[in-house]
């Protein structure tokens, strides 16, 4: 257990905000974890895994509490799956290409996703016609008051999209201290009719692609589109795609024929965030060192030395001219703080 003052937490936030941290202890294993906890620590605790899903506004005030616990296993195998487990701190990217390596199908939708394991359950992280619950089987995490681990099931997480339990209803009561996933062993179940996925491989003359082919297309696309933190700060999509009824819908779609939108249900549909901030003429716009990527309007930028609430302001701006332009709310995906 590491332990420091008045610390910096630009280099554990993907956007690069610099705000200090009153305390801050890097966990390395469970039981570490578990001495913090009985330090009566729990009222004062800002849980931070791999950074990627935050916006800082400010200073915190409290003990930040990295979460640096690594380790990845196969806990059985049957004739058509393996269940693996990874702990909290494993970077979220590296364990999908561990899987790949061993040609374990289910996760090479999710490539290129930043974070860390143990965050991927709060947002049930998804990307490409795929999410987190689609391979999830449990999650283990400590209750910060008792100090018992328990496990949660799939349907005890109320996954949602973008959403989850640990969003809601035990929200600030446990880490997730690791996670368990079914991948598939053979029978892949290849899924690129979503985005330009299907259009990246066949403009690589490949017709039957493997998982691995599917991972690596992400991988170019997603790098095409997406800055890289370590370049430029960012934290990926900073908003949902909203979802709207086929009522909303049809009255979007006789002034905007070409509207692009996935239907999730019969009666809703899901529209691109970024294409709606790109109709707004938002793309690329920039305010002092607080930007809307050039490339994907999804993705709020931190050009070098912008504030935590100079993102945040910017980000009001484009909730407020979305709600003007096409009288639908955007909703966040990043945490703010």
């Not at 090479?108 to 359950?121: D, H, W």
């Not at 003429?281 to 990527?293: F, I, N, Q, S, T």
């Not at 999804?298 to 484009?318: D, R, T, W």
Request: glycine share 8%; net charge neutral; with cysteine.
């Amino acid at each position: 257990m590491n332990i420091s003052r008045n610390t910096s937490l630009k280099s554990y936030n993907t956007f690069g905000i610099d705000v200090n941290a009153k305390q801050f202890i890097s966990i390395n294993t469970i039981d570490e974890l578990k001495e913090l906890l009985k330090q009566n620590y729990s009222g004062d605790l800002f849980i931070l895994g791999g950074g990627s899903n935050m916006l800082l506004t400010k200073d915190i005030d409290a003990t930040v509490t990295h979460i640096n616990i690594l380790g990845k296993r196969i806990l059985r195998k049957t004739k058509n799956s393996v269940y693996v487990e990874a702990l909290a701190g494993e970077n979220w990217h590296q364990f999908v290409l561990w899987t790949l390596e061993n040609n374990w199908g289910g996760l090479e939708n999710l490539s290129l996703i930043p974070g860390n394991i143990g965050t991927a359950p709060i947002q049930n992280i998804g990307a490409y016609g795929v999410e987190l619950k689609d391979t999830f089987v449990s999650c283990d995490a400590i209750d910060i008051q008792t100090l018992e681990s328990r496990s949660f099931t799939a349907e005890e997480c109320e996954f949602g999209y973008r959403n989850s339990i640990f969003k809601n209803k035990v929200k600030g009561k446990y880490i997730i201290t690791g996670v368990t996933f079914k991948l598939k062993k053979k029978n892949h179940e290849i899924r690129t009719n979503y985005g330009a996925i299907d259009e990246f491989l066949k403009g690589s003359g490949i017709s039957d692609p493997t998982i691995q082919d599917v991972s690596k297309a992400i991988i170019k696309i997603r790098q095409q589109k997406l800055p890289d933190p370590r370049v430029l700060g960012n934290s990926g999509s900073f908003f949902k795609n909203p979802v709207i009824s086929a009522e909303e819908l049809t009255h979007l779609i006789i002034e905007y024929p070409e509207i692009p939108y996935y239907k999730v249900s019969e009666n809703e549909a899901k529209i691109p965030a970024g294409w709606l901030i790109d109709q707004a003429g938002l793309k690329g716009y920039r305010e002092g060192d607080a930007g809307v990527h050039k490339n994907q309007a999804l993705v709020l930028v931190n050009y070098g030395n912008a504030s935590g609430k100079e993102i945040l302001l910017l980000a009001q701006k484009v909730q407020k001219k979305i709600k003007e332009q096409f009288h639908i709310d955007l909703e966040p995906e990043v945490n703010i703080f």
